[in-house]
Nanobody
Framework: QVQLVESGGGLVQSGGSLRLSCAAS????????MGWYRQAPGEQRELVAT???????NYTDSVKGRFTISRDNAKNTVDLQMNSLKLEDTAVYYC?????????WGKGTLVTVSS
């Protein structure tokens, strides 16, 4: 059974930092592209960042230079370090793993940025 369990969300002031973590089980972790997506209230879910098994990364423009995605293939974890957080970063953040047409999602963790 595949499980993706996110942790690390919470309330933070604008300009602050948070680190999200996702623990994966039930998959051959290293072959999956891991990603973080987010969904703000009333908005569609959007890509934040992805990382391949080899460590190649991709970021949406709005988080470039502020967020860093990383993974540990030995521990089956993927992290998202979020710095210089802005009000518009408030959303539920979801962990995702993808291999060809196979997609799995975590249940999400809420990040709230306050002024």
């Amino acid at each position: 059974q595949v499980q993706l369990v996110e942790s690390g969300g919470g309330l933070v002031q604008s300009g602050g930092s948070l680190r999200l973590s996702c623990a994966a089980s039930g998959i051959t972790f290293r072959i999956y592209v891991m990603g973080w997506y987010r969904q703000a209230p009333g908005e569609q879910r959007e890509l934040v960042a992805t990382i391949t098994g080899g460590g190649a990364t991709n970021y949406t423009d709005s988080v470039k230079g502020r967020f860093t995605i990383s993974r540990d293939n030995a521990k089956n974890t993927v992290d998202l370090q979020m710095n210089s957080l802005k009000l518009e970063d408030t959303a539920v953040y979801y962990c995702n793993c993808r291999f060809v047409s196979i997609n799995y999602w975590g249940k999400g963790t809420l990040v709230t940025v306050s002024s």
